[in-house]
T-cell receptor, first 115, second 114 residues
Framework: GDSVTQMEGPVTLSEEAFLTINCTYT??????LFWYVQYPGEGLQLLLK?????DKGSNKGFEATYRKETTSFHLEKGSVQVSDSAVYFC??????????????FGKGTLLTVNP | NAGVTQTPKFQVLKTGQSMTLQCAQD?????MSWYRQDPGMGLRLIHY???????DQGEVPNGYNVSRSTTEDFPLRLLSAAPSQTSVYFC?????????????FGPGTRLLVL
């Protein structure tokens, strides 16, 4: 079945540091890939997405490229801010074996940015 | 638009009690789903619905029932709560489950079963 593996947290950075959160996936079909973010006490919200190989999703200074050859969708940001402190989830959506749509999440990575 | 709303925000139950978690959306989305979030487990799909009158099981359906009588509402029922159901529950919706569609999440219901 489909699965998503993302780097274990927590990740602690200083403001303006470079961020990478690794995400790899396995899928039987042609998935779309997502990064969702969860700020403290809130629900998840879409950060960015890519729907086909080599697409780059970007938003709020974050970006991730859909790499089919390495089955990866790593999240990057050049200069993090305190306000980026949150839990980040990598996810994929697929129709495994022709069944209904399914969204599969990684376990989440907690990012803390210190001033 | 209010988006996806969930009630209550927080609930404490005793083992064996029943309750219904409410979820509503005003975006005319066909697809709705329930997830539970546990530490170190990410989000796991409980049940989902592709339209009014149609529901199906997700990854962890045991102990939960759902129904979808209208497009807007998708309640989750716990018939006999167990401590293992202590979790944070999220409802989500999207336009009919296209692979690339964004799901919109509610703010969550935090449930504690004693």
């Amino acid at each position: 079945g489909d699965s998503v593996t993302q780097m274990e947290g927590p990740v602690t950075l200083s403001e303006e540091a470079f961020l990478t959160i690794n995400c790899t996936y396995t899928a039987t079909g042609y998935p779309s890939l997502f990064w969702y973010v969860q700020y403290p006490g809130e629900g998840l919200q879409l950060l960015l997405k890519a729907t086909k190989a080599d697409d780059k999703g970007s938003n709020k200074g974050f970006e991730a490229t859909y790499r089919k050859e390495t089955t990866s969708f790593h999240l990057e940001k050049g200069s993090v801010q305190v306000s980026d402190s949150a839990v980040y989830f990598c996810a994929l959506s697929d129709r495994s074996g022709g069944s209904n749509y399914k969204l599969t999440f990684g376990k989440g990575t907690l990012l803390t940015v210190n001033p | 638009n209010a988006g996806v709303t969930q009630t209550p925000k927080f609930q404490v139950l005793k083992t064996g009690q029943s309750m219904t978690l409410q979820c509503a959306q005003d975006m005319n989305h066909e697809y709705m789903s329930w997830y539970r979030q546990d530490p170190g487990m990410g989000l796991r799909l409980i049940h989902y619905s592709v339209g009014a009158g149609i529901t199906d099981q997700g990854e962890v359906p045991n102990g939960y029932n759902v129904s979808r009588s209208t497009t807007e509402d998708f309640p989750l029922r716990l018939l006999s709560a167990a401590p293992s159901q202590t979790s944070v529950y999220f409802c989500a919706s999207s336009y009919f489950g296209q692979v690339g569609e964004t799901q919109y999440f509610g703010p969550g219901t935090r449930l504690l079963v004693l």
